[in-house]
């Protein structure tokens, strides 16, 4: 049939064909909350993008910027880099400015014998790992020193550190590791530093132990392997009466799985002196217990990556926080999960039964008989029996296991490090909030609602290389978070409450630092609770309740009425597309045509853009509507307007503000793009066209060729000698021999089954 008979021009014929092809081959539209398993950040801010205002400390000269300590005043944070301490001022709005900067490098001598003992020039440095505040006059740093660890006493006026002097540097082992590549913790408390880390130059005898202050020094006895040799700390959280510690190592107590990790937590009296005659400068508190995040019918998270205490009124209602992968790959990806545990469950475990070690048979057993008392292992005061010591020696290894409350669940990445606190929101209600540190540069945002389960707020990429988050120190006084890196000092602000524009938006992010100012009608950081005209919805994150005029209940249903409308001029034998800006990754998208669905004919849907062909009756409003936790919403509206012929305005559309925009036009004839930038869609089309036509071709060819035809030209080629001339292929590969009970009319077969390459007639 001719193309004037269907009433269409060959450019609007082509078009018409080009959007049926694309709607054939246009992947389908992603589903909401898809990515994997767990939450899926809300909104994404890439390394450098200007929604996410984020400022970045550095020093030319400086590299590693690991171990960060905030001022009591919270005014001032400390660095250490390598080789040097920084004291920055946060109080400015802007990126931290530099107060003073000493430097604390490793002598030439121990360079030369970290050189010696062939280590890389890339660790023979002083890298800083411990930094404390001792008192008010005085911090205290540990650093590797080349493979050499030193200490030192740094004082501090207004602020401002004084230059380390070298008759003030001490023996740092035991207290910072060799290596820095090494995992290590510290924590300062009632004077005494207690500290977890490796103690020889090798890297597999890992310590626990206490220094400083007036109570005598301790540490975990090598010899009775209360460690495994490759154990790795990350973190220390002290309580009332002990110092909690937190490590991963290979568990011994399983015999059926072959190098197992195991997370777990330690625990030593602060009070503990070490015994007389046994466990002489040894600790005789030391107990350590199996810590367990998973998921019913799962495989465990078994790697602790970090954690962090939030207090609470109560001592024993306070909760730690932790982070854990696992040394499995599911799915040929990472998994993380964040767990949450109880100190009053942790103290129960470590008043319950014992293990010890069946010496025979090797496997470890409940052990069932009677305790002496007072309890071994307990805080109490005096020194213990020779009795309860060498019960101590040998049941270090508590039988229950400390079991944590899984909050999130999250597939595909690898958490690092975490910060906590809580919130107050508008309704008064405390939330808690997240910050976790991945293995590729970015940052998580997380709160966890009020069912105990976590949603995720947003993710920023910090870092434009793919490098771990080492640190992260939370300063409430400041609004910030700030992270350390190997070039610098990020700070990031703990919300971004000006990215959400409307109170639909602000109220679906579900971010207990922002709310809706109707007033101003921005949304804001909520810096009182006491603001009745401010909204806010964290339980439900409802709109169509919460940015309501007036009293409403919940079951209002949401209305779709634009803010304002962009008019597009449509122009004949052109492609119009109109984008749909997709402001969160919880929401479905889809496009709507006069409160109806779009038209199929004139139009395809591609990466969210409406690609659009003018024809008669598709002018009018467009609009792009999001349904996100139920409701629904124009993100973007468009009144299409027809060059030649003008539409009559809506009534219903009438006192919304309107604005004329140019977005993307193609012509399908070749033309020039009317005032747009240059589009990749002409090319697509050109191609997807050609190829469909080159396809089209081939299978008719194919089809109306006689297979007699072609069997009729075809030779069967004999698999014998070759002709003189020829060469053997270089494959060597055999032919197929015929059966020899198979008869054939097409040649002659000899006696060893060769073909003689007779033509069938």
């Not at 805080?379 to 019960?391: E, I, N």
């Not at 409350?405 to 999250?410: C, E, Q």
Request: proline share 7%; net charge neutral; glycine share 8%.
């Amino acid at each position: 049939m001719a193309l004037p008979a269907l009433g269409l021009d060959p450019c609007r014929f082509l078009s018409l064909f080009s959007f049926q092809l694309l709607l054939l081959l246009s992947p389908p539209p992603p589903t909401a909350g898809s990515g994997g398993q767990g939450p899926v950040p809300r909104v994404r801010y890439h390394s450098g993008d200007g929604r996410r205002g984020l400022s970045f400390f550095h020093r030319k000269g400086l590299q590693n910027f690991d171990t960060l300590l905030l001022s009591g005043d919270g005014d001032t944070l400390y660095v250490g880099a390598r080789e040097a301490i920084l004291a920055l001022n946060i109080q400015d709005p802007g990126a931290p400015s530099l107060k003073n900067m000493i430097p604390w490098p490793a002598s030439d001598r121990k360079k030369s014998e970290c050189a010696f003992k062939k280590k890389s020039n890339e660790t023979c440095f002083n890298f800083i790992r411990v930094l404390v505040s001792l008192n008010a006059t005085h911090l205290y740093a540990c650093g590797t020193f080349a493979f050499s660890p030193a200490c030192t006493f740094i004082e501090v006026q207004d602020s401002q550190l004084l230059p380390v002097s070298e008759n003030k540097v001490l023996e740092g082992k035991g207290q910072s590791p060799f290596d820095p590549a090494h995992k290590n913790t510290a924590v300062l408390v009632d004077g005494m530093l207690y500290s977890g880390t490796m103690n020889n130059f090798l890297g597999s005898e890992p310590i626990l132990m206490r220094t400083l202050g007036s109570q005598p020094v301790l540490k975990t006895d090598t010899f009775l392997r209360w460690l495994h040799p490759d154990a790795s700390f990350v973190a220390a959280i002290p309580s009332t009466q002990v110092v909690y510690f937190f490590f991963e190592e290979t568990a011994s107590e399983f015999d059926f799985f072959e190098r197992l990790h195991t997370s777990r937590v330690a625990r030593v009296c602060k009070n503990d002196v070490g015994g007389e005659k046994l466990l002489q400068k040894k600790w005789t508190t030391f107990l350590k217990a199996q810590l367990l995040c998973t998921q019913p019918g799962q495989l465990p998270f078994n790697v602790i990556r970090h954690a962090a205490l939030l207090p609470a009124e109560s001592p024993s209602a306070s909760q730690i926080y932790a982070v854990f992968t696992s040394q499995w790959q599911v799915g040929g990806t990472r998994s993380s999960a964040v767990c949450a545990f109880s100190l009053t469950d942790i103290e129960n475990v470590f008043k319950g039964k014992y293990k010890e070690l069946n010496k025979e048979t090797s496997r470890w057993t409940t052990y069932r008989d009677s305790e002496t008392n007072p309890r071994p292992g307990s805080c109490s005061v005096g020194p213990s029996s020779d009795k309860a010591l060498t019960f101590m020696k040998d049941h270090f290894l508590m039988d229950q296991k400390v079991v944590g409350m899984p909050l999130l669940v999250k597939s595909g990445v690898e958490y690092t490090q975490l910060a906590v606190e809580t919130v107050q929101a508008l309704d008064g209600n405390p939330h808690l909030v997240m910050y976790l540190g991945t293995s590729t540069g970015s940052l998580h945002k997380a709160v966890v609602s009020g069912n105990s389960h976590a949603y995720l707020v947003e993710e920023i990429q910090l870092f434009p290389d793919l490098e771990p988050v080492h640190n992260l120190k939370l300063a409430p006084t400041q609004g910030a978070l700030f992270v350390g890196s190997s070039g610098g000092i990020w700070k990031v602000p703990r919300a971004n409450c000006s990215v959400y524009e409307s109170c639909v938006d602000c109220v679906l992010a579900r971010d207990p630092h922002c709310a809706w100012d109707p007033e101003a009608r921005m949304c804001s950081l909520l810096s009182t609770a006491n603001l009745s005209s401010w909204k806010q919805d964290m339980e439900h994150g409802n709109p169509g309740w919460a940015c309501a005029n007036g009293p409403i209940g919940r079951s209002r249903r949401p209305q779709s009425r634009p803010q304002i409308i962009k008019e597009v001029l449509a122009v004949p034998n052109s492609i119009l597309e109109l984008p749909c800006p997709h402001l969160s990754a919880l929401a479905s998208y889809c496009w709507t045509h006069r409160a109806a669905a779009v038209p199929e004919a004139s139009s395809v849907v591609y990466n969210g853009s409406l690609l659009l062909l003018p024809q008669e009756g598709v002018g009018g409003l467009y609009q792009c509507m999001a349904t996100e936790n139920g409701f629904s919403y124009p993100v973007v509206s468009y009144w299409v307007d027809s060059q030649d012929r003008p539409l009559a305005l809506d009534p219903e559309l009438a006192g919304i503000p309107r604005e004329r925009v140019e977005v993307p036009l193609t012509r399908v004839s070749g033309g020039a793009a009317m005032a747009a930038p240059r589009s990749y869609w002409p090319h697509f089309l050109v191609v997807t066209v050609m190829l469909a036509v080159v396809l089209s071709g081939a299978l008719v060819v194919l089809l109306a060729s006689p297979l007699g035809a072609l069997r009729a030209r075809g030779k069967v080629q004999g698999c014998g000698a070759l002709p003189p001339g020829e060469k053997a292929p270089l494959s060597q590969e055999q032919c197929l021999q015929p059966s020899k009970t198979r008869r054939t009319s097409a040649g002659v077969v000899d006696v060893d089954n060769n073909c003689l390459g007779t033509e069938v007639a």
